[in-house]
T-cell receptor, first 113, second 111 residues
């Protein structure tokens, strides 16, 4: 039972391009949607997060777009840089559940020169 | 301020052996979590704790036990290791809000 589906599994983008990673969820009780970034050999780290009361959140080159009716959210990385090469995980949680996160399966992003 | 630390970083076990993974956090967080990460499966929650002396099952608890005797420590035990438990294990902590802070991971191989 996969409650958060993530695509694509891998992505290659040229430097300066836009990277887009998509996630879809099933549980309508989810009310918090973070994206985590993980570099090889390291633990995941929070990148950006959104709640369903807004449709978009932007932090620097990173933007989350949220579509509540479609139960989908996506991460956009503008002006992608080689330093952005990492694995990205979307996740979801619902209030009152000890902040337990349900993760997507991850997207391995490679930004080429 | 070390954040979340995990011990050991690497371990190789034989089937049937036992071991304990230690997670420590110095942020005075109430909530702590153990996840396992497998290729193509993301991170899956094994057990979690909402405070000292409490533990609860996550998504994949079978074959694991945990203890939270001190607020800053969360231990994950494997009583009889199986090859299916070969994975990278991550500990995380949270202040009770939404952000979870992850440790560097423990890579476990069970032969």
């Amino acid at each position: 039972q996969q409650q958060v589906k993530q695509s694509p599994q891998s992505l290659i983008v040229q430097k300066g391009g836009i990277s887009i990673i998509n996630c879809a969820y099933e549980n309508t009780a989810f009310d918090y949607f973070p994206w985590y970034q993980q570099f090889p050999g390291k633990g995941p780290a929070l990148l950006i997060a959104i709640r369903p009361d807004v449709s978009e959140k932007k932090e620097g080159r990173f933007t989350i777009s949220f579509n509540k009716s479609a139960k989908q959210f996506s991460l956009h990385i503008m002006d992608s840089q080689p330093g952005d090469s990492a694995t990205y995980f979307c996740a979801a949680s619902r209030g009152g559940t000890a902040s337990k996160l349900t993760f997507g399966t991850g997207t391995r992003l490679q930004v080429t020169l | 301020n070390a954040g979340v630390t995990q011990t050991p970083k690497f371990r190789v076990l034989k089937t049937g052996q036992s071991m304990t993974l230690l997670c420590a956090q110095d942020m005075n967080h109430e909530y702590m979590y153990w996840y396992r990460q497998d290729p193509g499966m993301g991170l899956r929650l094994i057990h979690y704790s909402v405070g000292e002396g409490t533990t609860a099952k996550g998504e994949v608890p079978d074959g694991y036990n945990v203890s939270r005797l001190k607020k800053q420590n969360f231990l994950l035990g494997l009583e009889s290791a199986a090859p299916s438990q070969t994975s990278v294990y991550f500990c995380a902590s949270s202040a009770g809000g939404d952000t979870q802070y992850f440790g560097p991971g423990t890579r476990l191989t069970v032969l």
